[in-house]
């Protein structure tokens, strides 16, 4: 199967978009051989403003409708108590909110940008994708994420080297309780380590502490501007620790 031929298959379809990568190839596919799609952007605590804007622009780019539904993913408990099935109970308030809002439009089929590189048994969110009978073309397709990149290259999408962007909520250890307040502290450190040259890291939460991981290659970057994190880290954290097992 190819994109072409599934969106033959299903030429009306509702896209659950996250602006990333991966949506963002599969909503331009659509917009090529489908008869009509529409995206829908889940907004919640989870998602840094940047993902927004970037979701904004791509479906301005390509000309398709955008819905920005308002999640509030902080009311629910099975989802803040941060248990290891946290992107289970997660997914299913998002997908269930996405899903009312296609139906009312007249959709019936719902796809998101789930990848042939994503493992099933390492996310718990994909049984959740199963239970809304979610398709995911791009895996169906057998389209890896090298692949993805690539011809997202090719059809000119500002996208094709976004690093991957896990939802804040990955920043915060399992059985550590989620609040506003620890989101707010990742996405404002995350924010301002961008904005000295640092790309695809995470500022993860440990006990107060911010615990930086960068790739390997800008271990130099990090040691070079350390004065500088510090001040500006230790503005949400009580201290700042370079791990050492860096990002792959």
């Known amino acids: 199967m190819t994109l072409e031929t599934f969106f033959q298959e299903y030429p009306e379809t509702a896209i659950a978009f996250s602006g990333g990568a991966d949506s963002s190839f599969l909503l331009y596919a659509a917009s090529r051989y489908a008869a009509k799609c529409k995206a829908y952007y889940a907004k919640s605590a989870f998602q840094p403003r940047f ?91 057998g389209l890896t994420k090298d692949r993805i990149r690539a011809l997202s290259r090719e059809a000119g999408l500002f996208t094709w080297n976004k690093p991957a962007y896990a939802c804040l909520a990955t920043r915060i250890p399992t059985g550590e309780p989620i609040t506003a307040e620890k989101l707010q502290a990742t996405e404002a450190a995350e924010n301002f380590l961008f904005s000295i040259g640092l790309s695809d890291f995470r500022v993860r939460y440990a006990h107060g502490a911010a615990r930086l991981q960068v790739r390997p290659e800008q271990l130099d970057l990090v040691l070079q501007n350390r004065e500088t994190i510090l001040a500006g880290l230790k503005s949400w954290y009580s201290s700042v620790l370079l791990d050492l097992e860096v990002r792959k």
């Open 51 to 141: 993902e927004l804007e970037d979701a904004e622009r791509v479906c301005h780019e390509l000309k398709v409708p955008l819905e920005i539904l308002e999640t509030d993913i902080l009311s629910c408990r099975e989802v803040t108590d941060n248990p290891g099935n946290r992107c289970y109970h997660c997914k299913k308030r998002i997908f269930s909110g996405i899903l009312q809002a296609a139906r009312k439009d007249g959709f019936s089929v719902l796809l998101d940008g789930t990848n042939a590189s994503d493992a099933a048994d390492d996310r718990p969110g994909m049984k959740a994708l199963e239970e809304f009978r979610v398709l995911s073309p791009l895996r169906l397709c």
